[in-house]
């Protein structure tokens, strides 16, 4: 509850806030237990019952994370999981009772779900893909960059929609970043997750690592080159080889998202034509500028179309108190997830009341 003061003397004014009432979380198969424990946290702290739709490649985990919500005291019928196929998803937003739906996911179906579920009046939360730059000056270390973004290409086998899709190597940098991005690429080790000593695992399906091969092999075809490409194993279909391409913003593998390990080297002149191209695809979820530069740092916060800009770190990683998301096609005009004031504010409506004081009494 919020309290402000009125013109009047005798009157406080009162903002109070109550829960939407059912709401529906519909959660991805890459961060299985991170993400269902972000949505579903504040929606039951602001009251509210939920529906959950897991992904269904990963529903052993869901289950798991149910029966934790159980065993620590929440009451039966406040957390309600759906197991099924994708379609299951939208006859949920399709009910009248959802108050809310709160997604991450395709672009595609973001989309739907705010056709179906904003004309009733509806609540809707989106976090959609990403096709994330960052920008290199001539000014940093090449070696201590380039791991950081090979890291953040690769690590989680690219399955990130917050991953370095794309490297914008200004002027003089392009050289050596590209010598130090070979270097690592071409020495990540692939192989069982479960093995410490392997940098790289399988992606979630043998179908998810086809639709990757088939993107390089497009990029290949419309001139990119290929700078390295990581060894894999024969044993799974599932792999998918770590490649870094050289090329040109004209190649559509720099303009629609490929959920794997690859990632493109660019060329830009200067920082001018690096922003213009870190801001060329309809994404705008994450963006990085490493440089020494504090008017660059100023010019890329400002200028870069992205909800979330990392200085001298790499696109993937956030703090969970700080509100994620972002901003054209990665997200939808809707307070952002995990900070706990705009979680507040998407999970519940609220309600101003003007409370009046010294009213005169009946005599009666």
Known sequence: MAEFHSSNPDELIRSVRRPLGVVAAITPWNFPLQIPAWKLAPALLCGNAVVWKPASDTVAVAAAFAEVLADAGVPAGVVNMILGPGHLGAELVARPEISGVTFTGSVPVGRSIAAA????????????????????????????????????????????????????????????????????????????????????????????????????????????????????????????????????????????????????????????EAITIANSTAFGLTAAVFTCDERVVRRCVNELEAGLIKVNAPNTGSELHAPFGGLKDSSFPAPREQNGATSAEFFTWSKTAYVRTGTPRSNS
């Open 117 to 272: 579920a904003v004309p009733r009046g509806a609540k809707v939360q989106l976090e959609l893909g990403g096709h994330n730059a960052a920008i290199v000056m001539p000014d940093v270390d090449p070696a201590a960059t380039a791991a950081m973004l090979v890291a953040s290409a690769m690590g989680t086998t690219g399955q990130k929609c917050t991953a370095t899709r794309r490297i914008i190597a200004v002027g003089s940098a392009y050289d050596d970043l590209s010598a130090e991005l070979i270097t690592r690429v071409c020495a990540l080790q692939v192989g069982d997750g479960m093995n410490d000593s392997m940098s790289v695992g399988t992606l979630v399906s043998a179908r998810a690592a086809k639709e990757v091969s088939a993107a390089v092999a497009q990029a290949e075809a419309e001139g990119a080159q290929v700078l390295a490409r990581a060894a894999i194993p024969d044993n799974s279909a599932a792999y998918s080889a770590p490649t870094l391409l050289a090329g040109t913003t004209d190649l559509t593998i720099c303009s629609e998202e490929v959920f794997g390990p690859v990632t493109t080297l660019l060329r830009a002149a200067d920082i001018d």
